[in-house]
Each structure stands twice: as C-alpha cells, then as structure tokens.
Nanobody, 122 residues
C-alpha cells in the first residue's frame, strides 16, 4: 500500500519555473519506477519524466532540457523541476509509482496521486 500526494502546482507566466513534489507514504524507490505524467485539458494523459531504482531517467521530447526529475530516497519524495514553462505545459500533473521497467507504460504504475494543476499563461 502506497499513498502519493503531489504539491507545488500553480499559475505562472511563460518562461517561469515551478518545482513539483510528490510525497510517498513509504519506500517506493527499491526495485521500482517512479514517474510524472500530465493530462492537458481535453487530451489524454501522457508521460513527462521517469526515474527507476538504478537511476536511469527518461524524458518526453517535449520537456527534454527544460524539466528535471529527481528524488530524495531517504524522505520518499519525488521532484519535478520545471523551467522555461510554456503554455502547452498547462496540465494536471500526476506522480506515479510502479514496477521496475515500467518507463512509459501506464498499466505498470500501480499507485497514483490525485494530481496538482499547472497553468502557464502567455
């Protein structure tokens, strides 16, 4: 049983930055993948960034070079640093935890947070 809770969303102008946090109720970084997904208004949920227990990271092409995923394993907290935000980044952002090797495969993520809203204006 794992509970995830996102925070750090908000409204910013284009070019701004936000750091999202995801707090887990217990250890999620052993033999696992953790990730950030997002769902823009009227669109399907998509992968943003993921990191696994051997510290391999993957980023969607749309955010590569602008977003950074990291974790504090001792505190069971996952982060997403978002720089150079653009209006197309507007979405509900979710953190998720699942099995090792899940990468972008949403069915392999068993635990999901409730989401935090990010809104970027022009």
């Amino acid at each position: 049983q794992v509970q995830l809770a996102e925070s750090g969303g908000g409204s910013v102008e284009a070019g701004g930055s936000l750091r999202l946090s995801c707090a887990a109720s217990r250890l999620i970084f052993a033999n696992s993948s953790v990730a950030w997904f997002r769902q823009p208004p009227g669109k399907e949920r998509e992968g943003v960034a993921t990191i696994n227990s051997v510290r391999s990271t993957y980023y969607a092409d749309s955010v590569k070079g602008r977003f950074t995923i990291s974790s504090d394993n001792a505190k069971n907290i996952l982060y997403l640093q978002m720089d150079g935000l653009q209006p197309e980044d507007t979405a509900m952002y979710y953190c998720a935890a699942g099995r090792y090797g899940a990468t972008w495969h949403q069915p392999l993520y068993y635990y999901w947070g409730q989401g935090t809203q990010v809104t970027v204006s022009s």
